[in-house]
């Protein structure tokens, strides 16, 4: 078994190993509107929480919350996962969440981040105009 993700080796856990895990995952183990289902599926955060260790010392947990600081919230993924974002109208959820994921390693999709900063930015600016 794979050591539960921790912050400490956040440097080991690149976007690339993500998708990579994700490519590797069963077309049938995915489902859409909820996180995990009795049969065992899985959307993308289920599957990432699987990746990241699941309950085992929280690892699953601590990964989620890293993909969500680093580079997407829920907000911004469900939408892919369930097919409710048209930019991704891949016939499935395992397919639609790749697509997006290869976008935000290709810097096609903006990461929460960038998303962060610009609105720290735009903040920014207009507390300097109203200054001035």
Same mark, same amino acid.
């Given at each position: 078994?794979?050591?539960?993700? +921790? ?28 996180? &995990? +289902? ?13 990746? =990241? =260790? ?28 369930? %097919? ?11 397919? &639609? ?9 290709? %810097? ?15 903040? &920014? ?8």
């Amino acid at each position: 078994m794979t050591k539960p993700f +921790t912050f400490d080796d956040a440097a080991e856990w690149p976007l690339s190993r993500i998708i990579s895990y994700m490519e590797a995952t069963p077309d049938d183990s995915w489902t859409t509107d909820v996180v &995990r +289902t009795k049969d065992g599926k899985n959307c993308f955060y289920g599957h990432l929480h699987a990746l =990241g =260790g699941g309950d085992n010392q929280h690892g699953g947990s601590q990964l989620w919350d890293y993909f969500e600081e680093c580079y997407a919230t829920t907000y911004m993924l469900y939408p892919v996962n369930d %097919g409710e974002n048209p930019k991704y109208p891949q016939a499935s959820a395992k397919h &639609r969440v790749i697509a997006y994921l290869k976008d935000l390693e290709l %810097g096609k999709e903006k990461t929460t981040y960038q998303l962060t900063a610009e609105d720290e930015q735009a903040l &920014r600016d207009k507390l300097d105009k109203a200054g001035e």
